[in-house]
């Protein structure tokens, strides 16, 4: 949590995790709880916009970032991983979030991660490796867009850079991968033995509904919602109507 948002659970007698999940419009508890975390956070009457599957996802980040597991959101483009996963990191203190790209090498995605958390780039990928490991802390890592990590014609490279993932979290880092369906596929094809059998947490929702679309183009003052929604479900979900 940021410093604010643990001074305000502090003052109010409840706990952090309590005053995140308000914040992140997941917070399922006594109404008048969630009106008093709102209003010291200074925060409209209204919960911020979320579907039930943005709240699955919040709740499995939650989760793995207080238990510092290991965790797969998979879930079509945009469903709203980025966005919940940016708002996440953007209320904690402790989380990084970064975004991968598409077939890095072991090298630059250990660089990648240093230069993250503020660690040394020199030397071989063991020693950023080793850095990263000293660095843990209780620290939580969002890999977004992992799927880009996958190679199609070269399992062994996916599965390098998913050991990566599974080092940290043993080393005592929280790790969450988000991504694509293909993502859950690769790993169940792939990693079945060593890395899938150690996801703490798993959320894989179903597609925005058209519902979900709809409350979506209220809330931004959209007008044509129905075609809009019935645009939105082939071009990007969300991200067509932002």
């Not at 709880?33 to 956070?41: E, F, K, N, S």
């Not at 630059?108 to 020693?127: F, H, Q």
């Not at 014609?153 to 969450?176: C, N, T």
Request: proline fraction near 4%; hydrophobic fraction near 40%.
């Amino acid at each position: 949590m940021t410093a604010t948002a643990r001074k305000i659970a502090d003052d109010l007698g409840l706990s952090p995790a309590t005053v995140s999940q308000v914040k992140n419009g997941v917070y399922n508890g006594k109404p008048e709880t969630a009106a008093r975390v709102r209003a010291a956070l200074n925060l409209s009457d209204a919960p911020p916009f979320t579907t039930e599957g943005q709240q699955q996802m919040a709740v499995v980040l939650e989760a793995a970032a207080e238990d510092r597991e290991l965790a797969l959101i998979v879930a079509p483009s945009g469903s709203g991983k980025t966005f919940i996963a940016e708002r996440f990191a953007a209320d904690r203190d402790d989380t990084f979030y970064i975004k991968m790209w598409s077939n890095p090498s072991q090298g630059g995605l250990l660089r990648s991660l240093c230069l993250l958390l503020g660690l040394a780039v020199s030397g071989n990928n063991d020693l950023k490796l080793e850095r990263l490991r000293a660095a843990a802390d209780g620290r939580f890592l969002i890999l977004d867009e992992s799927d880009l990590l996958i190679d199609v014609k070269r399992a062994d490279r996916f599965l390098a850079r998913i050991e990566i993932a599974r080092e940290l979290k043993e080393a005592g880092f929280g790790v969450a991968l988000l991504g694509l369906p293909d993502l859950q596929t690769e790993l169940q094809r792939n990693a079945a033995s060593y890395v899938y059998s150690r996801i703490g947490y798993h959320a894989a929702p179903k597609p925005p509904t058209a519902e979900d679309y709809y409350r979506y183009c209220d809330a931004k003052g959209l007008v044509e919602k129905k075609e809009l929604a019935k645009l939105a479900a082939g071009r990007g979900g969300f991200r067509y109507l932002d």
